[in-house]
Nanobody, 121 residues
Framework: VQLQASGGGVVQAGASLRLSCAGS????VGWFRQAPGKERDFLAA????????YYADSVKGRLTISRDNAKNTVYLQMNSLKPEDTAVYFC???????????????????WGQGTQVTVSS
């Protein structure tokens, strides 16, 4: 499984971005981010069958995860971006069924290379 994350860039505070994760067909997918000097944090996840999505409390209401299985792509729509959203954003794919939490990195077996998001004030 090869995942390709894209859609990052440099934007001003208040702007929106949509990140894409290609290669995610029939896998559960999570998005994480890692800011400089910090640990990688869970943001959102979506079931392989699109029957459920999960969000970190810190981003609920600003981020929306969705998928288009016909295009083998999962999206992360990010609105009202803030400077503290600056980070490298990673997508990860995991098996359809697992006893592990969607919020945990060990739920996922494959990781994309990351895409940089920079939000200026």
């Amino acid at each position: 499984v090869q995942l390709q994350a894209s859609g990052g860039g440099v934007v001003q505070a208040g702007a929106s971005l949509r990140l894409s994760c290609a290669g995610s067909d029939e896998f559960s997918v999570g998005w994480f981010r890692q800011a400089p000097g910090k640990e990688r944090d869970f943001l959102a996840a979506i079931r392989w069958d699109d029957r459920g999505s999960y969000y970190a409390d810190s981003v609920k209401g600003r981020l929306t995860i969705s998928r288009d299985n016909a295009k083998n792509t999962v999206y992360l729509q990010m609105n009202s971006l803030k400077p503290e959203d600056t980070a490298v954003y990673f997508c990860a794919a995991g098996p359809k069924n697992s006893g592990r939490s969607y919020r945990m990195e060990n739920r996922y077996d494959w990781w994309g290379q990351g895409t940089q998001v920079t939000v200026s004030s």
